[in-house]
Structure formats: C-alpha cells, structure tokens
C-alpha cells in the first residue's frame, strides 16, 4: 500500500495568502516526516479554491525541503501553457529531484483559465490529449514534435534530458470519455473522493475490459483513489469538523466554474453537467444534505470507522495508492495531528484488496 497527502491550498474565511502558503509548505515537511510516499499539488487560477497556479514551482520548494518524499501535480491544467514549457519545466524537476518528480496532469474545468490563458474550453480534451502525448513521447526521445493538430512549430531538443527510465504520470479521470482514453494507454487514473463505491468500481471494470483488450497487462498499472479525510477518536466531532471546512470549499468549487449554470452551453462537459443535475434531484444543493453525502463516502471519523470505509473501496477497486486530503481538519495543528492518527491508527490496518 501507498499512502499520498494532497494539498489544496485553499483559502478558508478569515486567512490570508500567507497563511495558506506557510501552511502548504509546512504540510509538504510535515508528509515526509510522517512517512506518507507522497504529496500532491493542484493548480488553480484567480479563485480562493487553490492557490498554486504554478505547480512545477510549488513542487520545486517541497523537493528542495525534502530527501525521500515523491512529489506530484494533481494536476497541471496541461492545455493552457505551451507543451515546450511544460516539458522543459517536467525535464528539469525530474533531474533535480532524481526522480521524485510526478507529472499529473488534467484538462481542466475552470472557464477563466481558459479565457485568461487564450485556449479554447471546447477544444480542451483534444488538446490536453495531444500534448500530453507530445511531452510523454518528448520524455523518451528528448524531441518535442507536433503534427500540427493543436498548435505548430519544428521539431526542437529539449533539455534536459530525463533522469528516469519511465516518468511517472496520472490524470483525473471523471468521465467515461478519460476512462476510455487512458485505458487504451494503459496510462494510471485517478479516482474522484466524490464517487461512490459501485461508481468506482464500476470506472475499474470499464478500464479494465478496455486496457486488455488493448493488452496492456491491468495489474501493473498504478491507479490513485482519494478521499478527504479526518481521523479523530471522536465521531461526530470529526464529521463537524469537516463540514466546517467543506460547506465553505464546496461553494468555492461552484462559483469558480460556470458549466453547472443551465444558460451555459460549454461543450465537452457533458459528463460534470450530468454529474451536476443528479446532485441537484437528489437534494444535495442542501448544504447539510450535501456534507452529509461526502462524509458518508469518505473515511471521516473514528479509526475504525475510516478503516471499514476505505477498505471498502480498496476491495471494489483493487487500488492500493491511496491519496488523502487533511486540510479539512481545521487549524495547521489539527491537519498534523489527523495525519498522524491516520498514518499510525488507520494506514497499518488497511489491507491489499481481496
């Protein structure tokens, strides 16, 4: 088993962008020190939801501070930046680090960043799957190339050249669509914390039906699941606790993106405006309701009580990397302390899936 820490950086009431960054690099010290295999960054643009826009720099400072912890991006909105950047910016954290770098990418699903950065939304799981690609072949031959689908230049050598045999890489995967396209990579995904048991294992069947027929050999291959988390001796404090957190964070999610709005008619996104209208019919715009729901899905509570949830999900999926959000735990002490309940309380109990 492989336990991670994501870090979402959010931006709660009442703190400021210094206490939020100073708190994001302590929790990067803090996940070697507790012996978690890695933490993960997520990029976010112009909203109080996350504030690392640039993941390859908020990794670098966590590689520099650390001497054995993986590093990951959650992920790089990967069409909003010029893949000769990026690739450049993978090259170098993987030498640096030897190794420890992981390249975790996404399209994203925030209309401003696309705006901002000049890239058309529509036009994004074209271009996230063309560059991603292009940088992934890159690593391997140190030649970025592209066919001229998405954007256009000669072919150029990029350096450096990569410290590892095979870079590591994931992306979230939500829709059928993702699924179905990194199953035929035989590339890893990552599994949403907002699902349920029968939603994951039934993204795993469809992955794997798919990667073997295109045979790629399933029990290599290194999928993430990830939960929010919150481990206290105390049951109903741990669950108010998180619903302190994520009645806030939620609101954030939705006011940071407009494809949940029935005037917008954004294409491509079928699959989050459907995931949208079956969150509104089953009462979850009901703030209660709604953390109610996550709380139920996620190991927030006693350490048996975390322990019966994710091994649950452990069983359904056969995934054994787990990745943990802790920020919901309130102050900086009491994510720590989670953390470290989790690592010595729940983490030795868990077992590889059945």
């Known amino acids: 088993m492989k336990f991670g820490n994501i870090c979402f950086s959010y931006q709660p009431p009442g703190e400021s962008h210094k206490d939020v960054m100073d708190r994001f690099v302590r929790l990067g010290v803090a996940s070697e020190e507790l012996n978690f295999d890695t933490f993960w960054t997520l990029e976010h643009h112009f909203t109080e939801f996350g504030l690392t826009g640039n993941l390859y720099v908020a990794c670098a400072n966590i590689l520099g501070r650390t001497k054995k912890l993986n590093v990951g991006t959650m992920g790089i909105v990967l069409p909003t930046a010029h893949p000769a950047r990026q690739m450049e910016d ?37 271009i996230t799957e063309d560059f991603h690609k292009m940088i992934m072949d890159g690593s391997k031959s140190g030649v970025l190339h592209t066919d001229g689908k998405n954007i256009e230049f000669q072919d150029v050598n990029v350096y450096p050249e990569a410290y590892s045999d095979k870079i590591p890489t994931c992306m979230t995967a939500e829709s059928a669509a993702t699924t179905t396209w990194l199953a035929e990579r035989g590339l890893p995904m990552v599994l949403s914390w907002i699902i349920t048991t029968s939603e994951k294992k039934a993204q795993m069947e469809l992955y794997n039906e798919i990667a073997t027929e295109h045979g790629h050999d399933i029990k290599n291959i290194d999928h993430s699941m990830t939960f929010i988390c919150s481990v206290n001796d105390d049951q109903e404090k741990a669950e108010s606790v998180c619903r302190d957190f ?13 494809i949940f709005k029935d005037s917008n008619q954004t294409r491509g996104y079928d699959y989050h405006k459907g995931q ?75 077992k590889d899936p059945k």
């Open 90 to 126: 993978l090259m170098l954290l993987d030498q640096m680090s030897k190794g420890r770098f992981n390249f975790g990418v996404v399209r994203g699903l925030y209309h401003k960043d696309f705006r901002v950065f000049g890239v058309t939304m529509e036009d994004s799981r074209s």
């Open 246 to 258: 994520l009645s806030n964070w939620y609101d954030s999610y939705t006011n940071a993106t407009n």
């Open 276 to 350: 949208w209208r079956d969150f509104v019919l089953q009462g979850h715009t009901d703030s209660r309701r709604r953390l109610d729901y996550s709380n139920n899905l996620n190991p927030v509570g006693t350490p048996e009580k975390c322990i019966e949830i994710m091994q649950r999900d452990i069983d359904a999926t056969g995934i054994k990397n787990i990745t943990l959000g802790f920020e919901a735990n309130g102050s900086e002490q009491e994510i720590i302390a989670s953390m470290e309940r989790f690592m010595t309380q729940v983490a030795p109990y868990l």
